[in-house]
């Protein structure tokens, strides 16, 4: 292992790993190094969700597009299985409908497809479809099980693209062109600071921006009944009030004016529904979403019942058990989904302060070495 790059990453999220791939794609000498034994942040803790449809029109959106195509091309190389296709929106309401009528309408509609209950409870019996008043498919969604993907991302980065990694030691200062660990400097012409929700360490000294704040979410694995299996992610009315891609519609306000009469308690945490089916049949079911300055540990079941009682609304379910949970939390900026700081010449910093770095990354790292 050498000690000199043409580009040093901090951070073996996905951000890190999708700028260690562009960078090493074109013909860069790349090194990762990652604080702990495999990445435990953001990354593996999300629904291993790459979102398309109901990302925020622009930017976002069209990173989301790009970054599925290599998502698509990548897992295959990488040993990683794509575990479903597709989403399944459900407008539990007729302002949901209404929503989804006027997605399918815009340029970010693009093949997605609006379904009546009795036409999609042909293709998706998984559904309470009799509870709805429309639904929207939309073909573009790629489910991974992030926690086997992103340490089979980083060791074929490894194996096969040949980025050299350096686990278990945290970067204490980077001093261009110089990245110091307690044990080792190294030397990089270019560095990339990808630390994600650890702001407040090395990456602080380069960030000019008000500080940044965190989002904390509840997440599970749940298991339904024996055979139950999902043929698409699932979403419902309340992530047409929250996906900037509905939200930023004028008919999510109606929506939005009924859920505040209906589903108040979900609203106030933030909840709405993601539902996402792994190999071993277990759903990962989320999210809840609350404002803080730091990561919190803690689980309210308040807000578990809340995440699982939009569950039940949505699938036919015959049982439900509760396997695990966990906290996530991710950077945020109310104004912006990602932060590209480039604090010196041979410095970017970037943190993706919205919940679609999953989504997004491969794009965005195309982005900042296009521009660099
Ligand atoms: C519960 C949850 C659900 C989500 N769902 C989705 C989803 O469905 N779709 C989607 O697109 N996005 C989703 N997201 C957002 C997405 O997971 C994040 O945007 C993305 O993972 C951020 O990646 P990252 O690499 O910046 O951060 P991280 O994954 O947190 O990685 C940062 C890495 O940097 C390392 N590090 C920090 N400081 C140092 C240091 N000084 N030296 C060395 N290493 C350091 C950390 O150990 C960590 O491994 C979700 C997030 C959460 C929390």
Redesign the pocket.
Known sequence: MSDSYDVVV???????LAHAWVASRRGLRVAV????SR?????V???G???VTGQGEGNTWRRAMRSRHVWEQLAPAAGIRVEHRGLWVMGRRPEAAAVLDAFARTEMGERCELYTPSAAAALAPELRTEQAHALLYSPHELRVESRQAIPKLARWLEREVGVDFIWNE??LDVSPPLVSTARRTLQGERVVV?????WR??ASAFLSRRPLNLTN?Q?MKVRAQDGFALSAAVMSDLSLVRYRGYAQLPESQALLAVLQDEQPEALAHGVHL?AVQGADGALVV??SHHAGADASPFLQAEVEECILGELRAVLNLESLRVTERWM???PVDEHDDVCIEAPDPSVRVV??TS???????FALAEDVFDRW
């Open positions: 901090v951070g073996a999220g996905i951000v890190g190094v990652e604080r702990d990445c435990m942040g953001a990354s803790r999300n629904f969700f790459i979102t945290e970067v990808c630390t994600g929700a650890d360490g090395v979410l997440m993601i989320g999210d996530g939390a991710y943190v993706v919940g679609t770095g999953a989504s997004t990354a």
